[in-house]
Nanobody
Framework: QLVESAGGSVQSGESLTLTCVASEYILGHYCMAWYREVQGQLRKGVGLIESDGTTFFVDTMKGRSTISKDSAANTLYLRMDSLKPEDTAMYYC????????????????????WGQGTQVTVSS
């Protein structure tokens, strides 16, 4: 249902845009989120976009990340700027049929779909 791509290896300070292809319905009606996971650690949220277009980012990604959707391409994007070595992780997109936030707070609801992940490696 969800297919991520466009991960890769970059230098510290560079930018990278990840993509997640989803069905037209999911992209238009679901909350779409990006998570990342470092081996041996818990998967953590990066940012999300509600079905109404509202975006939310965790503090470490605020100001240097953008999430957007292209309905014509059935694609979700995560652009990350000023990348740091600590951004190195496997990145996953996820989709949830309901909202992901309540009163401006990201609630850890379960997601209906997950992608297979795409690796991002940032070298110093």
């Amino acid at each position: 249902q969800l297919v991520e791509s466009a991960g890769g290896s970059v230098q510290s300070g560079e930018s990278l845009t990840l993509t997640c292809v989803a069905s037209e319905y999911i992209l238009g009606h679901y909350c779409m989120a990006w998570y990342r996971e470092v081996q041996g650690q818990l998967r953590k949220g990066v940012g999300l976009i509600e079905s109404d277009g509202t975006t939310f980012f965790v503090d470490t990604m605020k100001g240097r990340s953008t999430i957007s959707k292209d309905s014509a391409a059935n694609t979700l994007y995560l652009r990350m700027d000023s990348l740091k070595p600590e951004d190195t992780a496997m990145y996953y997109c996820a989709a949830r049929s309901g909202r992901c936030t309540e009163d401006g707070i990201w609630v850890e609801y379960d997601f209906d779909f997950w992608g297979q992940g795409t690796q991002v490696t940032v070298s110093s």
